[in-house]
């Protein structure tokens, strides 16, 4: 009995994150990797900051540390010690999602019951949080190697989670209209560089192109809100008002039918890690541009068509005139290819089993 009873224990999982709210326009989609982390564990168990919606299966259980209801700072630590030791003893291991100081404040008592400690993380910046991590943790797993700045023999690349179900569409290329439709998805900040998307607008416009681009995100940080007012007086100078459209935020929940309504997705950032949003476009059939050069193993024979210069607005417009050119049919074949570059390299149902192998 008691060897019934250990093994139970083992198959569950204990994971942290900041965050469990399928409307949260950044972390929606970690309520997804929840869902299918529950088919792989006959329980998971989820300490968070805050929760808000979702619907998640019944051998999940959420535990918040009160974010979202204004709870003092001072209980949370009084709160996360209890709940880690109420799950961490019956889990096979823990995994910490996006938070290098969740998996800090959590490494004594995994190493106290002996439990594997596995963080996700991915982002262009290393801080002293991280290396702390990094040395604690078991493993660090992550997109690609190129999301990472970090050196360490414990970095994983493992592929992004993208549910393909959630943004698979199906789409009409040979439309009636010819209206361009642009979508660009991703935080206000300088390093998504939207002004080089509105200056390309703008050359498309003076070059008799019927276009619309909508921009999807919202300013977070403090530089961030003076670089929102930048680009909206960039478009009010140069007369796009009724062109460039800024729609803030929008739900993780919603925003697989805007990219279902445009024609290219297009991401701005430099070279680096592999940007979901860019994913989820391709996972919606979208056509897309980049700057990115890591995205070009993915791009195969198209990706001198789908990579544009970075900082080069002729060249962006050069490359969305040619896309928007090409036959119905030849768009369809690209869109289809672009799907299924995802579906084999960076599906969420494949993604999953990997994790839980690290665990």
């Given amino acids: 009995m008691a060897i019934l009873l250990y093994y139970n224990w083992m198959r569950n999982l204990l994971v942290i994150t900041q ?12 309520v997804d990797w929840i869902r299918e982390f529950a088919k792989h564990f006959d329980r998971v168990s ?19 540390l009160g974010k979202e209801k204004g709870r003092s700072k001072i209980l949370w630590p009084i709160i996360f010690y209890w709940r880690l030791l109420q799950s961490l003893p019956r ?21 106290l019951f002996g439990k594997k400690l596995v963080l996700w993380y991915l982002h262009r910046s290393v801080t002293l949080k991280l290396r702390i991590a990094a040395r604690l943790c078991h493993t660090i797993a992550t997109a690609s190697l190129e999301s990472l700045n970090l050196k360490s023999d414990k970095i994983v690349e493992v592929g992004h989670g ?21 979508i660009s998805v991703g935080r206000l900040s300088k390093i998504k560089n939207y002004e080089t998307l509105i200056r390309a607008v703008y050359t498309l416009k003076n ?17 961030d809100f003076e670089y929102t007012k930048s680009l909206n007086q960039l ?11 800024f729609s803030g935020l929008i739900p993780y929940d919603r925003i697989a039918e805007c990219y279902k309504k445009a024609d290219v997705a297009i991401n701005l950032a430099p070279s680096g890690g592999i940007d979901k949003a860019v994913l989820e476009a391709m996972a919606s059939g979208n056509l897309i541009l980049v700057s990115n050069e890591a995205f070009r193993r993915y791009l195969g024979g198209y990706a001198s068509s789908l990579i544009f210069k970075h900082d080069d607005p002729v060249d962006l417009a050069e490359k969305l005139i040619a896309l928007h050119a090409l036959p119905a049919l030849e768009k369809e074949k690209i869109s289809r290819f672009l799907i299924e570059q995802v579906s084999q390299n960076h599906n969420l149902s494949s993604l999953i ?5 690290l665990i």
């Avoid at 070059?207 to 530089?223: D, F, T």
């Avoid at 478009?235 to 459209?245: F, H, R």
Wanted: avoid cysteine; glycine fraction near 4%.
């Fill in 46 to 64: 989820v300490i968070t900051l805050a929760k808000g919606k979702f619907d998640l299966p019944a051998n999940v259980e959420v535990f918040s």
């Fill in 19 to 30: 965050r469990v709210d399928e409307e949260d326009d950044l972390l929606g989609f970690f």
């Fill in 207 to 223: 070059n008799g192109i019927n276009l619309q681009a909508e921009i999807i995100g919202q300013p977070v940080m403090a530089p």
């Fill in 353 to 357: 089993p990997k994790l839980a192998a």
């Fill in 162 to 182: 993208i549910n393909v179900n959630r943004f698979r569409s199906d789409r009409i290329w040979d439309r009636s209209h010819d209206i361009l439709r642009v």
């Fill in 91 to 111: 889990a096979r291991g823990m995994f910490a999602h996006m938070s290098p100081a969740f998996a800090i404040a959590a490494w004594p008592l995994t190493a």
């Fill in 235 to 245: 478009v009010s100078e140069l007369n796009l008002d009724q062109t460039v459209k």
